[in-house]
Structures are given as C-alpha cells and as structure tokens.
C-alpha cells in the first residue's frame, strides 16, 4: 500500500482534459487552483482542516507505472503524446492552504495548488476525495471531543465505513480532537493509540461469562476492560470483580440507558472496592449523547458510526476552482466562472483572522492580482492562515507522518479556544464568526 | 494494491479476542456468525446487497507478513503463540449469503460465515466496513435508478468520499442500477464503462470558450460532450454546435434551473439543427431531483455527492453476531446475548422469500439447530435466498469480478421488480415485505 499511486483515483475527465490541452499547448499555462467550501453543513459553527498529511503522503507515490498508461492508453483515454508526457509525470508545483487542525468557514481557501494547468488537473479529484471525507470526520471529531468535555473519546467506527475510509477516519478523529482508535492499520501507519476492549461473541463463544472474563484476563491482565452487558449487567459486573478483583480496569456498557446505568455499575463497583475501576461506554453516541451524558460517571467513550459519517454531515462540500491561470501573452490573469449560484472569485487568495480582545471576529480572504496580493499589508494581529506544504514539488516533511498529526491534534484544541465560545455550542447556527472576502 | 493484505483493517480487539482465545482453546470452537441489520434506514422500504465480491477479493489477500506481524508483536498486541498461529494464517471456513443485487430486509442475513472462532473472529470488521459502506451506497442508486426511469444515471461522486471508498461506490453504483462512473481505478478494476466531460477550469484555462471547445473536439470528437455553463448558457450552446456541428455528441449543464434549463436548451439545440445532440445534468442530484425532472428533455444524470453517501444512510448499521457455536462436548449450540434493545435470535438461519401472483410477500428467517434447519422444508414457491460464495477456504470465483457485477446489476433490477410497487415509491414508509423469524 505504502507503494500504490493514486494516479488512477481521479475522474476520467481530469486525462481527457490534460490530452486536450497538450494538444493545444494550455496544459503549460501556470495555474492557481483553490479548495474551498461555499457553506458549512446545515448549522455548523466551523470546521476542522485535517486530510493535508495524507495528500503530502498520496503526492509522494502519484506516478503512472506501466499498467495504468496501458490502461489509459487501451481504453483509448489520451493519446500517444499524452502518454510519453505521463510517464515521467511527478507534480512539480507548489501547494499551501490551512495547516491542520485548524479552523475553516465558508470561502476559507483551505487549499491553493500552483503549477501548470496539466499537473494542478490531474490531482483535482484526489484532493477533494481526501479533503472532504476527512475533514468531515475531524469536524464531527471536534464537537464530539468538545462536548465530552475532557473525557477521552476513541475511534470505533471502522466496521461502519468503508475499510479504507476507515483509516483516514481513525486518523482525521485524532486531528479532531480524540485520543485513540481501535483500527489496527490506522494505529500502525499513522503510530496512532490502538485501544480494544472485547465483543459480544468473546463472552457467547465460552461456556460461561465467567470463564470469558477469566480468559481475557489470562491474556491481557487485570488492566483490562470486560464488556458487561452480554446477559445481566449486576451479575457482570459482581463476576468482573470476583475474576480481576479490584483492581480491574475497567468495564464497558454497550447498550441500555447509558447514563442510568452507568451510575448504577459506578455504585456497585464502588461498593465492590473497585474505585478505580473505569467506566467506558459505546452505542451509536454522537455528540448530543456525549453532552447529555456529563453528569453521568463515564471515563471514556467509544464511538462509531456518528464519528466516521460526519455526524449527519458526511462530506463538506469543497470545490477545487481555477482562480488564475497565465494568459497567451504570460502574464497571470485572474478567472472566475460565472454558473449560477456557483459563480467564483476570480484572483489568487490570501487568508487571515483578526482577533479581537483575543477571539477570533473575521475570517478575511483577500483576492487580487499578483502584484496586489505581494503589495497587501494585513492589519496588525491578523493571523496568516497559509502555510507552504510543497515548494515546486518539494514537499515539507514536517506536515507528514505521526508527529504532525500530533502537532494538528493540539493546534485544534488551542484554534478552537480562540474562536467565540459559540463555537463550542451544539445548537444549530451560523458561522461563528463571518468571512469576508475583499477584492483589491 | 492487488496484492495489498487487508489483514488489519481490523479493529485491535479481534486481534486480542484470538489471543485470548488461543490460550483457552476456545479459538478452536466451530462457529456460525451471521451478518445482519436490525432495521433499514428511516422510511427506505428495502435494501440492495453489495459488496461480497470485494469481500471475496480481500479474502485472498488476507494473510500478515513480516511487516504485520511485527507490529503485532512490538505493540504487545499479541503472545508468540498467536503470532505463530498467523504466520500461515488463511481463512478455511465457509462463506454464504444473499448475492449481490438482491434486496434485504431487517433482519436478513445477508452473510453467514462458518469457521473456528479465530478465523471468524479475525474478518468482523472487514466485513462490515465492505458491506455497510457498499449497501449503503448501492441502495441509494437503486432508488435513484428506479427515479430516472430508464435514463442512465453515472457515477460522478469520486471527490466527494474518501479515494478508496469512491473506488468501492462506483462499483457499488453498478450493481445498483448504474451504467457507468467517472472513477478510473474503479474502471480499470472491475472493467466498468469510464465516462467524462469537461470541468469549468478546462472553458477558463483558454482564452475564450470558443477556444475550449475547438480543443475538446479536437482531442475527442464531435462526440464528446461540451459544458455549457460557465459563461452564458446560451451563447455557449450556440458555440458548441457551430463548432461541432449538429453532430455535436452532447452537452452538459451543471447549474441552476436543470429542468428548465434542459427544455431551453433542447428546443435551442433542435433548433440548430442539432436533434440528436443529447442533455446531460449534474449538480447535487439525489433520487427526488432524479423523480422531478422525469418531463424534462434529459438523457443522462451525473450523481454524486448524494450516491457516494447514500443519499442521507452513509451506513447500513449491519452487524456481525455469534449464532451457533460449538460447546465443551464437541455438539454445536445456538447461541444469543440479550442486551437491551440488542438482543440477537439464537441458531443458524436460513432464508426464503415467499410470492403471491408473482409478487414478494414474506421474508421468512429460520433459526434452529443444524438438525432443525437441516430438516426444514421450505413451502413452494419460496426462494432459496442464500448461496454458497465460500468453501471450506475455496472462494467460488463467479462471484468475483465484471462479470459478477454485472450479473448483480441485471439481478438487482429482476429482484426489484419482483416486489411490491411500493418499493419504487419514494415516499417514506416500512420496509415493503415484512420479516417473519421464526425459531424451530
């Protein structure tokens, strides 16, 4: 996997429109291309940039072998030009855009592609792919991780998407906000947290509860977590301490009235002497579980499917917009399309918040030509949203790999902190806090 | 990729469960999983299976090498024992269920998978990512190819979902009723018909529209279709066919008012001579848009945002629960938990769907024991739902590849028509057959 080139993950239009234009020359134009989103999901406050890693990642194996110029050559998708220019294709531009972990609104330019028209067209479709999905998921991530208020929330949702999408979930939920996942992959190509506690059928496929909970503790020791809700929870959780003793880790709640019983099995351990003894439950939480869920005695959360589709917002919209491309004579020209109700801004993007009393008030985007953007001052305390992920093709490690993903982690706890605290409300709104967007 | 083992797609605690198990000697234990959901999403009145094709391809790429193996050991995830246990790990139990393109109900056991409890044990997540993801998707499509009547609906939802799980969607488009898909890899994959236009940036890139259009004719033929929406709809009709000519394959509105758009420029087109020149629509597309331009001169659809997240269900909820299994004496024993709200029925299940004048009326489940089930004669005229896909470790290969999906999606379209009209209602309602269990 670490070896497989996305090139072919990419919409047939993006090879037959490079064909074209290295029919006519335009495929060497230089191109400002932009991902931005034109609203937030229905009532959504922000969002959470996270998927930059992985197309540094994904950019790094994009090359045509063999077989997929075979493939594109067969089925007659570009012609014999095209190919011998794909062949040693390697993205040599420049991209920048949000870091990750931090915050986006509407219009936010979260990612700006620069090179020529050919190689910014072949990418379109991966990095949308990779932005949308993750995004949502580190966007859900952040409530969810906001409303447990402190609590640890982990990953669980794998078997609820699709097994692929499952890692870029369990690693976009880390840059949301959460601590863990029980994803293997994820947990070893990213050096993520792996948790687990047991299933169901650990405790069915035993003769008894009790011999599955001595089992599992055989295996994994007294810092284990037992899953408790298989028959009767009571007699669980009397079993559990028998089994570990006091000393048991912790115990797992998977169906029922979460909170009820959650202070119920806290009392009984309790009783039972097993004060330290953590409580974890799961069961298709979301964040409206989790903020309902502050009073009652949980430790951590598992969740699942709510996380890994975006919470009623499985995807976000972006769009991937040639802003500026260089014109017959060479010199840049901004462009914009003018398709109703999807008309663009035409000119490159800068991007800045401004603070005030140290709260974010205005997101500013400012369009305009090259030589307006290089002129521009921002006003003072504005914060420079654009960071350079890839410098004519050379890619800056440092957004790459487990410590990024650490870095972005907190980076979106302290972005959010800096956003009006309406930012962490669960009821439905407007952005919390407005894009401008400023044509020079 | 091909060769790409999806052995820890996995969630860490199935990893833990085997080890466990392997110390105790229940690994050992013949077992009966059975995958299911326990209700269709809200007001959906049927569900299409997709998905066991991939699940057959993962199948024989699932083994750990080297490299997972020593992440398994260096995690501490599991003993030496276990890892020995994996080092000639291959799945030989059995595999049955619904094909592909058959429609499920609640409580459908769309797959059965019989084994150890360790090599079960080992596929659960994989097996729910690939068909909560690809139900999902291919049962949007199903209802959205019902709503375009006949007109063929392409998958263009690749950017809007995770580059993997775009791969997956478009073959899961197919089986459901599509005839094509953007998606390259899923193309050359699994053989499908590519399609593809031209993006706005490819108008914007040249100097005039006029400019584009020459060069897409000259790279693809007058067959090819044309966007005419990035400027003036009109005037870019007009270009389109005094380039082309009336020969002109077709164009493509991505914008506004589809339906009258559509009536504005095929009485243009017709006008011009062009009659033949077809109409293809794309912009956020779900099956209601799909039901409401039914009068509108459409010829073809491009979907999706909507289709790659199934259409407001991104997930199918399916589960994967111990049944049966064998006990201390070596005798196999139906088996259940009984957490609230998800208590499971005990026992292996067979399926049939019973007809009245040629119409579903019945999904009839049966639970019992081997002896019960093996005695069980089902009335006339109910279909045998469940077919061997997997034997003791020998994967039956027509059920793998293009011709598989094909034959799903000719199925799918038999299967649906063989239910009640109210399955191709759009109105919300239950489930349009109901599911009688019944426990010998």
Same mark, same amino acid.
């Given at each position: 996997?670490?070896?497989?080139?996305?090139?072919?993950?990419?919409?047939?239009?993006?090879?037959? %429109?490079?064909?074209?234009?290295?029919?006519?020359?335009?495929?060497?134009?230089?191109?400002?291309?932009?991902?931005?989103?034109?609203?937030?999901?229905?009532?959504?406050?922000?969002?959470? =940039?996270?998927?930059?890693?992985?197309?540094?990642?994904?950019?790094?194996?994009?090359?045509?072998?063999?077989? &997929?110029?075979?493939?594109?050559?067969?089925?007659?998708?570009? @012609?014999?030009?095209?190919?011998?220019?794909?062949?040693?294709?390697?993205?040599?531009?420049?991209?920048?855009?949000?870091? !990750?972990?931090? %915050?986006?609104?509407?219009?936010?330019?979260?990612?700006?592609?620069?090179?020529?028209?050919?190689?910014?067209?072949?990418?379109?479709?991966?990095?949308?792919?990779?932005?949308?999905?993750?995004?949502?998921?580190?966007?859900?991530?952040?409530?969810?991780?906001?409303?447990?208020?402190?609590?640890?929330? %982990?990953?669980?949702?794998?078997?609820?998407?699709?097994?692929?999408?499952?890692?870029?979930?369990?690693?976009?939920? /880390?840059?949301?906000?959460?601590?863990?996942?029980?994803?293997?992959?994820?947990?070893?190509?990213?050096?993520?947290?792996? $948790?687990?506690?047991?299933?169901?059928?650990?405790?069915?496929?035993?003769?008894?509860?009790?011999?599955?909970?001595?089992?599992? $503790?055989?295996?994994?020791?007294?810092?284990? #977590?037992?899953?408790?809700?298989?028959?009767?929870? !009571?007699?669980?959780?009397?079993?559990?301490? !028998? /089994?570990?003793?006091?000393?048991?880790?912790? =115990?797992? $709640?998977?169906?029922?009235?979460?909170?009820?019983?959650?202070?119920?099995?806290?009392?009984?351990?309790?009783?039972?002497?097993?004060?330290? #003894?953590?409580?974890?439950? #799961?069961? +298709?939480? &979301?964040?409206?579980?989790?903020? @309902?869920?502050?009073?009652?005695?949980?430790?951590?959360?598992?969740?699942?499917?709510?996380?890994?589709?975006?919470?009623?917002?499985?995807?976000?919209?972006?769009?991937?917009?040639?802003?500026?491309?260089?014109?017959? &004579?060479?010199?840049?020209?901004?462009?914009?399309?003018?398709?109703?109700?999807?008309?663009?801004?035409?000119?490159?993007?800068?991007?800045?918040?401004?603070?005030?009393?140290?709260?974010?008030?205005?997101?500013?985007?400012?369009?305009?030509? !090259?030589?307006?953007?290089?002129?521009?001052?921002?006003?003072?305390?504005?914060?420079?949203?654009?960071?350079?992920?890839?410098?004519?093709?050379?890619?800056?490690?440092?957004?790459?790999?487990? +410590?990024?993903?650490?870095?972005?982690?907190?980076?979106?706890?302290?972005?959010?902190?800096?956003?009006?605290?309406?930012?962490?409300?669960? %009821?439905?709104?407007?952005?919390?806090?407005?894009?401008?967007?400023?044509?020079?």
């Amino acid at each position: 996997m670490a070896e497989f080139s996305p090139a072919l993950m990419t919409d047939m239009y993006e090879y037959t %429109m490079l064909d074209a234009t290295l029919r006519d020359g335009t495929a060497n134009r230089r191109c400002v291309f932009e991902i931005f989103t034109r609203h937030l999901p229905e009532g959504r406050r922000y969002g959470v =940039v996270a998927g930059t890693g992985r197309i540094l990642d994904a950019l790094e194996r994009f090359h045509l072998d063999d077989e &997929d110029l075979r493939f594109l050559s067969d089925r007659g998708i570009v @012609s014999r030009q095209t190919i011998s220019w794909l062949e040693n294709f390697r993205f040599s531009g420049s991209i920048r855009g949000y870091r !990750e972990g931090e %915050m986006f609104f509407p219009n936010s330019p979260v990612l700006q592609v620069e090179g020529t028209f050919g190689e910014c067209t072949l990418l379109e479709t991966l990095l949308l792919s990779v932005l949308n999905y993750d995004c949502a998921v580190a966007s859900a991530a952040s409530r969810m991780a906001t409303a447990a208020n402190g609590r640890p929330c %982990m990953d669980m949702g794998g078997r609820r998407t699709n097994e692929w999408a499952a890692v870029a979930a369990a690693r976009a939920a /880390v840059v949301g906000g959460f601590q863990g996942t029980a994803n293997l992959l994820a947990a070893k190509m990213y050096g993520l947290k792996a $948790i687990g506690t047991a299933a169901h059928c650990f405790t069915l496929v035993h003769d008894s509860e009790r011999d599955a909970f001595v089992s599992q $503790i055989d295996a994994l020791g007294k810092n284990t #977590t037992l899953l408790v809700d298989t028959y009767n929870i !009571e007699e669980a959780v009397r079993t559990a301490v !028998e /089994v570990a003793g006091p000393e048991l880790g912790g =115990v797992r $709640i998977d169906s029922g009235d979460l909170a009820a019983l959650a202070q119920r099995v806290r009392n009984q351990l309790d009783a039972l002497g097993a004060t330290n #003894t953590t409580i974890t439950v #799961t069961n +298709d939480l &979301d964040e409206y579980a989790l903020a @309902s869920l502050q009073t009652a005695p949980v430790d951590s959360y598992g969740v699942g499917t709510r996380l890994v589709t975006g919470s009623g917002a499985p995807t976000c919209a972006m769009v991937y917009k040639l802003a500026e491309r260089e014109g017959a &004579d060479g010199t840049m020209t901004p462009v914009a399309k003018k398709s109703k109700d999807k008309a663009t801004v035409p000119g490159r993007k800068l991007a800045f918040r401004s603070y005030e009393y140290n709260l974010a008030d205005c997101e500013h985007v400012i369009a305009g030509s !090259e030589a307006d953007l290089a002129a521009f001052r921002p006003e003072e305390g504005w914060k420079d949203l654009l960071v350079d992920f890839v410098d004519h093709g050379e890619i800056d490690s440092r957004y790459q790999g487990h +410590d990024a993903i650490m870095a972005a982690h907190d980076y979106r706890a302290k972005a959010l902190a800096e956003l009006p605290i309406t930012a962490q409300s669960l %009821m439905r709104g407007e952005p919390v806090i407005p894009t401008e967007t400023t044509v020079l």
